[in-house]
Structures are given as structure tokens and as C-alpha cells.
């Protein structure tokens, strides 16, 4: 009974050993990020198309860029986007954008074809959507900070409190939830969890996807906030801000990326097998190769 017991023992301490290290062995040792290039005023919204390729913007020159992953070559995608922020895909490859100059949601086609997706909530102006997540109903989960722009003519706040909203698939727009200002969003569709990060008070947190637009109640996942934010298949989330920060599925930090700017701004993955980290920093983007991939 005893040798029963041991080997048990043995076996759950293995297991565990093995679990741990596929949580945490995701980089390669000795390989550092490597800049594509830093002509950018300030990058961000990075979003990955169904062939790898990474669309990312430049809010102050309101210009959305794209990766060639087989070219490694960055080329201008659109000029004048709505001072596109956040973006990501739908299943449709169509890229969807939180253009906050006039508060609204693009759809923007391939061949750079335009539909304003959302104008506001109950007839009032949102403060300025950041950052965005779609789940598998056609639904978009998005969050409404308030950073004020200089590009921003006549503007005078109509929603006072910054909230996250979710947005149906007929175009109904709902209020899930009130932060101090919510910032990064992603979710899994497989996991059936949501992040959201409450940038200023330095907090991210993680709800259950009950339905369409229906959450559990918030929980928090640990005391870091995020500008944007990507998970990976082993359900690490990585977090931006000074450089990258992963955390594993239970919330304990397991990774830093050092970033050389002074502010990371957000992360996706993208290339052929979704297995190359794309960093959007300030004036920069870097790329950086993994031994993971992105989650779904």
C-alpha cells in the first residue's frame, strides 16, 4: 500500500512538474526582440488577419500600417481612420477599429471599404472606445476610457463614467461594467474567459463568458494594469506597459520582455504558425519569436 502510495505521489508531483514547465517555457533563451522599424509616432492596436499578417496603428498620424510576415516588411495599409486605436478582426477578415475621433466602431474591408459600426451609447457620445475583443456571436466587447484628444473639436464629456460595453450582433450596444478606466481587453473563445484592465488603478481583471454579452461576476487576476494585452494556447496572458509582463492562467508573473522605449503599448501574434510575439512600443515595433502561439 505504501509503494502504491509513493508511486502515486510520485506521479502527481510529475504531473504537476510537467503542467509548470508548459506554462512557462514559451521563449527561447538568448533571443531578444528585434526592431522592424521606428518610424511611428505612436503605435498600437495590433490585430492578426487570417494569413499572419499584422495590422497595427499609428493614432497620431491616423494611419493603420501592416506586417508582411514573409517579407518582414511594413507597409501603409490606410490613411484617415477614424484616429483608429484598438483594432481586431472578425471572422470575416474584416478589421474592426475603435476610431475615437468622433467616438465610433469601423468595420474596414480589405480594400479599404468603411462602415461605422457604432456612434454611441442611448444617443449620448462615448468618451473615446480604446480597445476591443469579438466573441463567437458577432458581438464586441469594448472599453471607454477617457483621453482626451487635441484632434477632438467641440468635445464635452455626455457619458461621465468609463465603462466596458458590449456591442450585439444587430448593433445594440449595452453597459456591462463601470472602471476607473478600462483599457486592454482580450478574450478566449475556447477558455470562455474575458480580461479586462483597469489601467489606472493598476488592476486586471477576468470574467466567465456566460452568452452573448452576459458575464460573470469580475474577478480580480492580479495587481498589474495594462495598456493592451494577448493570450497565449497555454493560457498565459501577457500584459504591457514597461516592456511585457506574462502571468499564467492562475495569475503569477512567469515572464518579462524588456522593451528599450519608455512605454510598451500593446501585443498580439501573428506570422505563418501565430507563433511570433509583435510588440507595438511607442515609436517602434519589435517582433519577437516564441515557442507558443496564440490562443482562439
Not at 67 to 86: H, M, Q, S, V
Not at 164 to 187: A, H, M, S, W
Not at 231 to 246: A, I, P, R
Request: proline residues 3%.
Amino acid at each position: 500500500m505504501k509503494k502504491i502510495l509513493n508511486i502515486s505521489l510520485v506521479g502527481l508531483v510529475l504531473a504537476f512538474l510537467s503542467c509548470k514547465s508548459k506554462n512557462t517555457d514559451i521563449m527561447f533563451e538568448n533571443t531578444e526582440p528585434k526592431l522592424i522599424s521606428d518610424q511611428f509616432s505612436f503605435t498600437e492596436g495590433p490585430a492578426t488577419d487570417k494569413s499572419g499578417n499584422v495590422y497595427f496603428t499609428d493614432q497620431p498620424n491616423d494611419k493603420i500600417y501592416v506586417w508582411d510576415w514573409k517579407t518582414d516588411k511594413i507597409t501603409e495599409f490606410l490613411n484617415k481612420t477614424g484616429r483608429a486605436n484598438g483594432t481586431y478582426f472578425d471572422e470575416n477578415d474584416h478589421l474592426i477599429t475603435c476610431s475615437d475621433e468622433k467616438g465610433e466602431i469601423w468595420k474596414i474591408g480589405k480594400d479599404k471599404s468603411i462602415e461605422v459600426l457604432s456612434k454611441g451609447f442611448e444617443g449620448k457620445r462615448l468618451n473615446g472606445p480604446n480597445d476591443l475583443w469579438l466573441d463567437d456571436n458577432g458581438g464586441i466587447y469594448f472599453t471607454d476610457p477617457l483621453y482626451e484628444r487635441d484632434y477632438w473639436e467641440n468635445f464635452k464629456v455626455e457619458i461621465p463614467e468609463k465603462n466596458l460595453y458590449y456591442r450585439n450582433k444587430d448593433g445594440k450596444v449595452t453597459k456591462i461594467e463601470t472602471f476607473t478606466q478600462p483599457n486592454g481587453i482580450i478574450g478566449s473563445l475556447q477558455q470562455k474567459k474575458l480580461y479586462v484592465s483597469d489601467i489606472d488603478a493598476g488592476k486586471t481583471y477576468v470574467y466567465d463568458i456566460l452568452g452573448d454579452g452576459k458575464l460573470s461576476e469580475k474577478k480580480l487576476f492580479c495587481e498589474m494594469g495594462s495598456d493592451g494585452m494577448t493570450l497565449d494556447k497555454e493560457g498565459n496572458l501577457y500584459l504591457t506597459g514597461d516592456g511585457v509582463t506574462v502571468f499564467n492562467s492562475e495569475g503569477e508573473k512567469i515572464h518579462h520582455i524588456k522593451i528599450p522605449e519608455d512605454w510598451t503599448g500593446n501585443v498580439t501574434f501573428g506570422g505563418e504558425k501565430n507563433n511570433i510575439l509583435f510588440i507595438t512600443a511607442s515609436k517602434s515595433v519589435y517582433t519577437l519569436p516564441t515557442k507558443t502561439s496564440s490562443l482562439k
